[in-house]
C-alpha cells in the first residue's frame, strides 16, 4: 500500500501564487509515475500535470506557462508551482500516484487539498 500525504494550497487572489507537495510512503516496489489531479464542484477529476519515471512530463495546456510539476525521486515527493492563478483553478486538489505494489501497478490518490482563487 502506498500512504500520500499532502500540504499547501489555501485560498489566494487572481494574478497570486501557491504550491502544493506530496510525499508517498508505504509498502511498495517502485513508485513510477506521480502528479496532480483536481476536481472542482460538480465537474470531472482532471489530470494536470504528471511526472514520468522516463523523465517525461505532461501538464494540461489550459495550465501550460503556469503551472510547474517537478519531483524529488530520492524523497518520493512531487510538487506542483501553481502561479498566475484564475478563479476557474479553484479546485480540489489531490495528488496522484503510480507504483508497483505486488507485482501490480496500481494507481493512488490523495485525499486531496483546496486551492481557491477569489477574483
Known amino acids: 500500500q502506498v500512504q500520500l500525504v499532502e500540504s499547501g494550497g489555501g485560498l489566494v487572489q487572481a494574478g497570486g501564487s501557491l504550491s502544493v507537495s506530496c510525499t508517498a510512503s508505504?509498502?511498495?516496489?517502485?513508485?513510477?509515475?506521480m502528479g496532480w489531479y483536481r476536481q472542482a464542484p460538480g465537474k470531472e477529476r482532471d489530470l494536470i500535470a504528471l511526472?514520468?519515471?522516463?523523465?517525461?512530463?505532461y501538464v494540461m495546456d489550459s495550465v501550460k506557462g503556469r503551472f510547474t510539476v517537478s519531483r524529488v525521486i530520492a524523497n518520493n515527493t512531487v510538487f506542483l508551482q501553481m502561479n498566475n492563478l484564475k478563479p476557474e483553478d479553484t479546485a480540489v486538489y489531490l495528488c496522484y500516484v503510480k507504483a508497483i505494489v505486488r507485482g501490480y501497478s496500481q494507481p493512488y490518490w490523495g485525499q486531496g487539498t483546496q486551492v481557491t482563487v477569489s477574483s
Open positions: 511526472t514520468m519515471t522516463v523523465g517525461r512530463t
Open positions: 508505504g509498502s511498495y516496489f517502485r513508485i513510477d509515475d
